[in-house]
């Protein structure tokens, strides 16, 4: 009876200790499962990002926050279909050629006509431009930026659709001898204005506050009425809510309209577009392409752009000679050119604190009530050698390295966007 009494307790001691182990083995089989599960998610997710697929733009250096940025996989098109659309990207469909790859013109399957970005391969700044514009297009809306339909990503390539915009870019026609004529005043104000309000809801109106940073002629598309769109965004820049400006080591955009505390220095904020649009204002009046512009007016002195000319006329009364003789003829309208070359110095003013926001700016075109006030000297104002008095920076002595460096860059005439410049 004694021996029973042990042999049931050292059953009962087995059954507790094959209880335990199938329990502890259980729980780390479960463990070891969910951190296999893990690492394998993990590693498709990194192997996606290699890949290119969309991710928070904080993750691209030189962003700001990218919070509120939400999954835009909704938006993602099948190759197959974007080859079909494009007539498998035949050369008849092709509308441009960019800096970061090629421009042709699609039909989806439901009728709608679109512009798909075929992003170069294998090109490290094109695949930022990707994720910017998928991630930051995405989620603007305004009758005035290009509306992004969609993207595709396959193997290594990158598309971004967009809707299709009739009349290409403003550049076709500004700076063709045989297109401009169809660009009246009345053209190029509603151009002006529709820009600035672009402007006005990327910087104030959005959910997102975004720098362009590389706002041109070129990347301002017009519609069937001749409305411009902002498009191009992928050098822009997210700011936080209640970020102003920010110190960056990249410099993106196209020499003749950076801004010189932008340019020199990596200053960064909403002012470098207010600069930018300065910049093609004076371009719309005068029909002239601002590094160009010495060039095309045969002007034999070397200290001689569009920015510095329109400053030395405005100076000395002679501002109406900055408007393009097509439009002189319409002399109902040259007051209000004028304002709007007063509008322009005063978006280029090298003083950040003196130009104005582009919510001022829309204020002051659409009322010619308004007392505008008096422009100071342009950033990258280049004096006549000829002048009496060379004064950079408010250096009267001469004409100092710095300037001279400013020069070399805003004499080219390559409008090519440039990217990863180290400010001095």
Known sequence: ?????????????????????????????????????FFIILRKKNKGDSLGKPRTYVEDADSGSGDGISSVESLQ????????ATDNFSDVN???QGGFGAVYKGRLLNGQEIAVKRLARGSYQGDIEFRNEVLLVAKLQHRNLVRLIGFC????ERLLIYEFVPNSSL???LFDPNRRDQMDWAKRSKIIGGVARGLVYLHEDSQLRIIHRDLKASN????????????????ARLFAVDETQAITSKIAGTRG?????????????????????GVLVLEILSGHQNNSFRAEQNI??????????????WREGTASDLIDPMLRANSSSTSEMMRYIHIGLLCVQENVARRPTMGSVVVMLSSSSITLSVPSEPGFFLPSINSEVLRVNGDSSGVNESTQSVNELTQSVNEASITELEPH
Do not use: C
């Open 1 to 37: 009876m004694i021996f029973a009494d042990i042999d049931q307790g050292n059953n009962n001691n087995n059954n507790r200790t094959r209880t335990i182990i199938i329990v502890v083995a259980s729980v780390t089989t479960f463990v070891t499962l969910v951190i296999v599960s």
């Open 171 to 173: 550049n076709k026609f």
């Open 220 to 235: 301002v598309l017009l519609d069937g009425e001749m409305n411009p769109k902002i498009a191009d965004f992928g050098m």
């Open 257 to 277: 309209y950076m801004a010189p505390e932008y340019m020199m220095y990596g200053q960064l904020s909403v002012k470098l577009d207010v600069f930018n649009f």
């Open 153 to 156: 990503l396959e193997g290594t």
């Open 94 to 96: 092709k509308l441009g």
């Open 77 to 84: 098109y099948d190759f197959d279909t974007v080859t079909a």
């Open 300 to 313: 034999e002195d070397d200290h001689t752009n569009l920015i510095s000319y329109a400053w030395r006329s």
